[in-house]
């Protein structure tokens, strides 16, 4: 009964595009259990830039290019989510910015832009700079003291740790010690229990966790939930008792003042304890979000730079003629260091950490490119073919940043960055693109100040095969950090 109740939903399959046949009950999923995104992408190639497939009794069309991706998820009907049972658990529910819909979802996510800007952060702005700036510096001191004890560090745990306290400095308004950090912990076993729900099913087969609740990872990854939305509870808790009214000290506190706010008004998402939900979830989910996917961008680029001695020197003379090696990175270098926004475009490119992005689901029937697509269609957007299309790029698997550049490499191609959408495309586009990139430049340009990351000498060859899940994730390598002469 769990079985077809969970997958009763059954959608008719537009007329007119083709895709891969696929098997009774499952459609195509048992083609995709291995490197989902090469099968995506040699799909693309056979089937053109729209093609359907079935994920179980669900039909889905995959957009394969940047422009259809844009124009079918900026439609109104695009907003609704496939809501997976891995972010409804997770949420405890359609609560927050990630797994809301309709108003709530739009009353949380502008809630959250808002707060951003007043804590100081918006395009122009600067100020959360020195906050950043403050979290790479740590990673220094970390590096400093890894490497008085090995020749080589390995940076994937340490670049979490300080990426997730930025955030969290400004969501709770003290930062955590990096060796003993309980929010990227908690995070942490989150993520991995997301990336079993990939990989074991649980997440488009809610009855796995009925017949396999352990071996599947369910339980873990249920315990690992509630674990961290008790930690946010009693962070939103700590802070209530706390509050001065009018004052708010960092972003729970701004939430806490929206709760009051709206404490009258039944209309708002912020009303009562469904307020309450709401604004755990939407906290919760901003963690989520954003710690393996921000320092896996930077995880990835360490590993090319490192592997590509020609960029990594173009990178250090670059960031040598324009902020030299005495003063801090600012945000105001970044408009005249086209090399340095080309190599991390070219990251976002080659290893797109969401390379199958998020899936969402027509909330009602749309006439798109010649086709009606029905409504409750599935919406997947291809985004690692998008960004390894041969007729765009000729060269997709090679990492060159120049590919970006005018020919005398002073201007960064803005019609070839139109090609990507490592964030996605259309209203629910991430929220925290702006933050991610100012920390990917700001960390990335210090790290590159200070160091020559070379090889590690016991296993000099680079390893490029990500951990796919929901995401493609850098697995752990080592690298040698040898500090600058001139630093
Ligand atoms: C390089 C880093 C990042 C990448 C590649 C990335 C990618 C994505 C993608 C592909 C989506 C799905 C958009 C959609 O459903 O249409 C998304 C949504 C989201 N991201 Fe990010 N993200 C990154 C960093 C962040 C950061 C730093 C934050 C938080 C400050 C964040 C918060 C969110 C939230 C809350 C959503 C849900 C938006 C909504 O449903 O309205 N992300 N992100």
Not at 72 to 99: E, N, V, W
Not at 234 to 247: C, I, M, V
Not at 283 to 290: C, R
Request: aromatic fraction near 10%; charge should be negative.
């Amino acid at each position: 009964y769990k079985f077809l109740e969970s997958n009763k939903k059954s959608d008719r399959m537009p007329k007119g595009i083709q895709g891969p046949p696929g098997f009774p009950i499952l459609g195509n999923i048992l083609q995709m259990v291995k490197n989902p995104h090469l099968k995506l992408s040699k799909w693309a190639k056979k089937y053109g830039a729209l093609y359907t497939i079935r994920l179980g009794f669900r039909n889905a069309l995959v957009t394969s290019d940047a422009k259809s991706m844009k124009d079918l998820f900026g439609h109104p009907a695009s907003t609704k989510k496939f809501q997976m049972d891995t972010f409804l658990l997770l949420s405890k529910g359609r609560y927050g910015i990630f797994t809301a819909e309709g108003e709530a979802w739009a009353e949380q996510r502008q809630f959250f832009i808002r707060s951003l800007v007043d804590f100081g952060f918006g395009s122009g702005k600067t100020s959360l700079e020195p906050l950043i700036l403050d979290e790479a510096q740590y990673v220094i001191e970390w590096i400093e003291a890894e490497s008085k004890n090995s020749s080589s560090v390995c940076l994937n745990e340490i670049l979490r740790i300080a990426t997730s306290n930025v955030l969290w400095t400004l969501v709770n308004g003290k930062r955590n010690n990096l060796t003993d950090n309980n929010i990227s912990l908690l995070t942490q076993n989150v993520i991995d229990g997301v990336q079993q729900s990939i990989k074991n099913g649980f997440g488009f087969f809610p009855w796995i966790k009925y017949i396999a609740p352990e071996l599947s990872g369910y339980n873990s990854y249920y315990k690992a939930c509630n674990d961290l939305y008790a930690f946010i509870t009693e962070r939103f808790e700590e802070h209530k008792s706390q509050f001065t009214p009018d004052a708010p000290k960092d972003i729970i506190d701004a939430y806490i003042q929206e709760l009051l706010n709206k404490a009258n008004d039944p209309s708002s998402s912020f009303y009562g304890i469904e307020g309450e939900r709401h604004s755990i979830a939407s906290v919760l989910e901003l963690f989520i979000a954003s710690s393996e996917t921000t320092p896996g961008v930077m995880l990835w680029l360490v590993l090319y730079v490192c592997h590509n001695q020609s960029v990594q020197r173009k990178l250090h003379d670059e960031i040598e003629t324009v902020i030299g090696t005495c003063r801090e990175p600012s945000l105001l270098d970044k408009p005249r260091m086209p090399f340095t926004d080309a190599v991390i475009q070219e990251t976002f490119r080659i290893s797109p950490l969401a390379a199958m992005g998020i899936v969402h689901e027509l909330s009602e029937s749309i006439e798109f490119q010649g086709h009606t697509l029905p409504k409750g269609l599935l919406l997947l957007p291809n985004i690692y073919h998008v960004h390894h299309d041969e007729k765009t790029w000729g060269d997709p698997e090679n990492f060159r940043p120049e590919r970006f550049l005018n020919p005398e490499e002073t201007e960064v191609n803005k019609s070839l960055t139109e090609n990507l959408v490592p964030f996605q495309a259309g209203k629910r586009q991430c929220v925290g693109e702006t933050l991610a990139r100012d920390v990917i430049f700001l960390f990335i340009v210090k790290l590159f100040q200070t160091y020559d990351v070379l090889p590690d000498p016991d296993n000099p060859e680079p390893n490029y095969e990500p951990d796919v899940g929901l995401g493609l994730i850098c697995k752990p390598f080592k690298v040698r950090m040898q500090r600058k002469s001139n630093n």
